[in-house]
């Protein structure tokens, strides 16, 4: 059973940098696809970053040249590099993996249901401006 938990939120100045780690316990192979989804305060969920089995990494326009998604498949981790970071970032984030995909990812537009894929418990994330 994959359990990501999610770390390295904290509150930062705007313009300032984070990195957030997931590490996700359980067996992550060339079937998974991994996931950072936010919540702004208020808002619904939307997805931020994906990274494909075999490294193809897409971006929300929102973040695209700001974030940074990459992972180490033999610690079983995933990041989020943030810079640039800006009041609209805060938000609580997620990591998901989702190991039913055959490595292949979702567009960023599809929010899966909190049931489906393997949600952490989310670290936030707050910018202050």
């Known amino acids: 059973q994959v359990q990501p938990v999610e770390s390295g939120g904290a509150s930062v100045q705007a313009g300032g940098s984070l990195r957030l780690s997931c590490a996700a316990s359980?067996?992550?192979?060339?079937?998974?696809?991994m996931y950072w989804f936010r919540q702004p305060p208020g808002k619904e969920r939307e997805g931020v970053a994906s990274?494909?089995?075999?490294?193809?990494?897409t971006y929300a326009d929102s973040v695209k040249g700001r974030f940074t998604i990459s992972k180490d498949n033999a610690e079983n981790t995933l990041f989020l590099q943030m810079n640039s970071l800006k009041a609209e970032d805060t938000a609580m984030y997620y990591c998901?993996?989702?190991?039913?995909?055959?490595?292949?990812?979702?567009?960023?537009?599809?929010?899966?249901?909190?049931?489906?894929?393997?949600w952490g418990q989310g670290t936030q994330v707050t910018v202050s401006s």
């Open positions: 998901v993996v989702d190991d039913a995909s055959g490595g292949l990812c979702y567009p960023l537009s599809y929010v899966p249901a909190l049931g489906a894929m393997h």
């Open positions: 359980g067996y992550i192979d060339s079937t998974t696809c």
């Open positions: 990274i494909a089995s075999h490294g193809t990494t």
